[in-house]
Nanobody, 115 residues
Framework: QVQLVESGGGLVQTGGSLRLSCVASGSIFSRYQMGWYRQVLGKRRELVADIASGGSTNYADSVKGRFTISRDNGKNTAYLQMNDLKPEDTAVYYC?????????WGQGTQVTVSS
Protein backbone atom coordinates (compact mmCIF):
# COMPACT_ATOMS: atom_id res chain seq x y z
CA GLN A 1 0.00 0.00 0.00
CA VAL A 2 1.30 3.42 -0.97
CA GLN A 3 0.00 6.55 0.72
CA LEU A 4 0.20 9.91 -1.02
CA VAL A 5 -0.18 13.27 0.67
CA GLU A 6 -0.50 16.41 -1.43
CA SER A 7 0.05 19.96 -0.30
CA GLY A 8 0.63 23.40 -1.73
CA GLY A 9 -2.75 24.29 -3.19
CA GLY A 10 -4.46 27.57 -2.55
CA LEU A 11 -5.86 30.76 -4.01
CA VAL A 12 -3.74 32.76 -6.42
CA GLN A 13 -4.33 35.54 -8.92
CA THR A 14 -4.02 35.14 -12.67
CA GLY A 15 -0.36 35.05 -13.63
CA GLY A 16 0.72 33.80 -10.23
CA SER A 17 2.58 30.66 -9.25
CA LEU A 18 2.12 27.71 -6.93
CA ARG A 19 4.16 24.62 -6.20
CA LEU A 20 2.38 21.42 -5.33
CA SER A 21 4.11 18.65 -3.41
CA CYS A 22 3.23 14.97 -3.13
CA VAL A 23 4.94 12.90 -0.46
CA ALA A 24 4.75 9.15 -0.95
CA SER A 25 5.23 6.32 1.52
CA GLY A 26 7.31 3.28 0.70
CA SER A 27 10.93 2.43 0.23
CA ILE A 28 11.03 2.12 -3.56
CA PHE A 29 9.82 5.58 -4.52
CA SER A 30 12.48 5.78 -7.20
CA ARG A 31 10.60 3.05 -9.07
CA TYR A 32 7.23 4.79 -8.97
CA GLN A 33 5.84 6.54 -11.98
CA MET A 34 4.37 9.76 -10.58
CA GLY A 35 1.70 11.95 -12.07
CA TRP A 36 -0.44 14.98 -11.42
CA TYR A 37 -4.06 15.04 -12.52
CA ARG A 38 -6.80 17.61 -12.08
CA GLN A 39 -10.56 17.52 -11.97
CA VAL A 40 -13.27 20.13 -12.17
CA LEU A 41 -16.61 19.23 -10.65
CA GLY A 42 -18.72 17.47 -13.24
CA LYS A 43 -15.85 16.81 -15.60
CA ARG A 44 -13.45 13.95 -16.14
CA ARG A 45 -10.16 13.81 -14.30
CA GLU A 46 -7.40 14.73 -16.73
CA LEU A 47 -3.66 14.22 -16.84
CA VAL A 48 -1.62 17.35 -16.19
CA ALA A 49 1.88 15.87 -16.19
CA ASP A 50 3.72 12.71 -15.31
CA ILE A 51 7.29 11.66 -14.72
CA ALA A 52 8.72 8.21 -15.13
CA SER A 53 11.14 6.52 -12.78
CA GLY A 54 13.90 7.39 -15.22
CA GLY A 55 12.93 11.04 -15.25
CA SER A 56 11.23 11.39 -18.61
CA THR A 57 8.24 13.73 -18.50
CA ASN A 58 4.97 14.20 -20.30
CA TYR A 59 2.64 17.22 -20.23
CA ALA A 60 -0.86 18.11 -21.30
CA ASP A 61 -0.79 20.61 -24.15
CA SER A 62 -2.66 23.13 -22.03
CA VAL A 63 0.16 23.39 -19.48
CA LYS A 64 3.27 23.00 -21.63
CA GLY A 65 5.70 25.81 -21.02
CA ARG A 66 3.97 26.86 -17.80
CA PHE A 67 4.09 23.79 -15.52
CA THR A 68 7.08 21.65 -14.58
CA ILE A 69 6.94 18.24 -12.93
CA SER A 70 9.94 16.99 -10.99
CA ARG A 71 10.84 14.45 -8.36
CA ASP A 72 13.26 14.12 -5.47
CA ASN A 73 13.81 10.43 -4.81
CA GLY A 74 15.73 11.17 -1.63
CA LYS A 75 12.65 12.86 -0.19
CA ASN A 76 10.01 10.52 -1.68
CA THR A 77 8.42 13.62 -3.17
CA ALA A 78 7.05 14.70 -6.51
CA TYR A 79 6.47 18.35 -7.34
CA LEU A 80 4.41 20.35 -9.76
CA GLN A 81 5.65 23.89 -10.28
CA MET A 82 2.84 25.93 -11.81
CA ASN A 83 3.63 29.32 -13.31
CA ASP A 84 1.55 31.84 -15.22
CA LEU A 85 -1.62 30.37 -13.77
CA LYS A 86 -4.92 30.99 -15.51
CA PRO A 87 -8.53 30.78 -14.27
CA GLU A 88 -8.98 27.63 -16.35
CA ASP A 89 -6.33 25.94 -14.21
CA THR A 90 -8.77 26.03 -11.29
CA ALA A 91 -9.41 22.45 -10.17
CA VAL A 92 -8.68 19.86 -7.54
CA TYR A 93 -5.21 18.49 -8.23
CA TYR A 94 -4.47 14.85 -7.46
CA CYS A 95 -1.21 13.01 -7.20
CA UNK A 96 -0.98 9.49 -8.60
CA UNK A 97 1.66 6.80 -8.17
CA UNK A 98 1.92 3.79 -10.44
CA UNK A 99 3.77 0.84 -8.98
CA UNK A 100 3.84 -2.21 -11.20
CA UNK A 101 0.23 -2.98 -12.06
CA UNK A 102 -1.25 -0.94 -9.22
CA UNK A 103 -1.96 2.70 -8.86
CA UNK A 104 -2.61 4.93 -5.88
CA TRP A 105 -4.14 8.37 -5.47
CA GLY A 106 -3.83 11.18 -3.01
CA GLN A 107 -6.74 13.01 -1.46
CA GLY A 108 -6.38 16.07 -3.69
CA THR A 109 -5.56 19.72 -3.13
CA GLN A 110 -7.64 22.64 -4.37
CA VAL A 111 -6.10 25.21 -6.69
CA THR A 112 -8.16 28.32 -7.38
CA VAL A 113 -7.02 31.00 -9.80
CA SER A 114 -8.91 34.29 -9.63
CA SER A 115 -9.26 36.58 -12.62
Amino acid sequence: QVQLVESGGGLVQTGGSLRLSCVASGSIFSRYQMGWYRQVLGKRRELVADIASGGSTNYADSVKGRFTISRDNGKNTAYLQMNDLKPEDTAVYYCRAVVGLRDYWGQGTQVTVSS
